[in-house]
């Protein structure tokens, strides 16, 4: 294959209806043209999935700018043919729109030359490639299939690094890509490289986020002895990760403390103070073997005073286990949700004694332990507020749904109730979900 300055007329026919020559004055060309690109600049923007996003632009493209759009991602040593779009939709299905093609650093195919950092280029000679290029001969079957006469291949670049490349097709020998149109061409695909960058960063800092958090979030594995299910679940809309935590650990007494909560707050500093606050805890809880008001007036004052957390709310509860008795249920609650418990019967109760204002506003408050004995079978159920919250919604709505979910899966194994809960509830999700669930035997 060889490549043309502008491109080289093989043959003469009637050009296609989206590549006639532009009629109208300048001025209503150059409109058009910035019309163009502002509708891919939207496409490009109207997500945080790139490769939606750059089919949406293929799509925009055709049939404006071209007969056909191809795109290509890097991935690894080779590439992957993300999508190709046509004005004909019967020749698309001709064409195998995805799959892996090889790598471009030894091929000879104009693609490969601007992965490479050639720049914008203009293919109009099609020739029978070697058969010993792969990925030479692949692109030739491309443009064989999509009836190419014209292509321009342009870089998805940024920081002369080339992500991927977008190849604009177009059947009509007559009608080549003018210099204007290859800039703005050459202007499109630098957009699509830095969507797909900012797509890739998001994704990383999404990926450290979450795994920050699982790593702050406590290890259970040393209390075999309960049915306990716990999830973190990020949100859905953002990379960042927030302050919800839970934990569960036990006393030198043989009883064992659940705790819920959330710090103020959905950037790394809070998931860091959330890691503060966690640790805090277990040391005043393990030490004072004081009551779980108690235990929160302590974690109060030692967080008012030594630390930057504003505002926090959560549930401290203590569970004891008597071998020849029912398990007692003793918390206190810092303006958190109250807890649910769900019984096998479908009855449920939202445990909404011992409540108290959030810690971070007095220390001095008077704050109150609850004791609730728990039923065999029940389902005790902690959870933060991205489980029931939506936005514009009263919150007690949320709760009645909550209800109406932990009723019909009280009989459930634990594992099934939460997984249930979670995607029953979740559908919706705009903030991050903790939830911590034991069942009584």
Known sequence: ?????????????????????????????????????????????????????????????????????????????????????????????????????????DSAAALAKVLRGAGPMVVTDFDMPDPGDSLHAAQWTLYRMLGAETALIVPMGVRREALGALTFV????????????????????????LALDNARLYALQQHTAEQLQLSLLPDLTGLGHLQLATRYVAARERAEVGGDWYDAFPLPDGSVILAIGDVVGHDLAAAVRMGQLRNMLRALAYDSG?????????????????????????????????????????????????????????RTLLLEEGHAPVLGVDPALERE?????????????????????????????????????????????????????????????????????????
């Open 1 to 105: 294959m060889t490549t043309g300055a502008w491109g080289r007329n093989v043959m003469k026919r009637k050009p296609s209806p989206s590549t006639e020559p532009k009629a109208g004055s300048t001025p209503e060309v150059a409109a058009a043209r910035l019309r163009l690109l502002a509708e891919a600049s939207r496409a490009l923007a109207s997500g945080l999935d790139a490769e939606e996003s750059l089919r949406r632009l293929a799509r925009v493209v055709v049939p404006h700018l071209a007969d056909a759009c191809v795109v290509d991602m890097v991935e690894g040593n080779g590439l992957r043919r993300l999508t190709v779009t046509d004005r004909d939709a019967e020749r698309v299905l001709r064409v195998l729109p995805g799959g892996f093609l090889p790598g471009p650093d």
């Open 170 to 193: 177009r059947r009509a020998p007559a009608v080549p890509f003018d210099e204007q149109e290859q800039a703005l061409a050459a202007d499109l695909g630098h957009r699509a490289g």
């Open 290 to 346: 004081d009551d779980p008001a108690g235990v929160m007036n302590r974690l109060d004052r030692v967080m008012q005073g030594l630390t930057s957390i504003e505002l926090v709310t959560a549930v401290i509860a203590r569970i004891e286990t008597p071998p020849g008795g029912p398990w007692q249920l003793f918390m206190s609650n810092a303006g958190h949700l109250p807890p649910l418990l769900a019984q096998p019967d479908g």
């Open 369 to 441: 332990t609850a004791a609730v004995t728990l039923p065999p079978g029940g389902t005790l159920l902690f959870y933060t507020d991205g489980l029931i919250e939506r936005p514009g919604e009263d919150i007690g709505r949320g709760l009645t749904r909550l209800r109406q979910h932990a009723a019909a899966l009280a009989r459930e194994p634990l594992t099934v109730f939460r997984d249930e809960l979670l995607t029953r509830l979740s559908d919706d999700q705009h903030d991050d979900v903790a939830i911590l669930a034991l069942r009584v035997p």
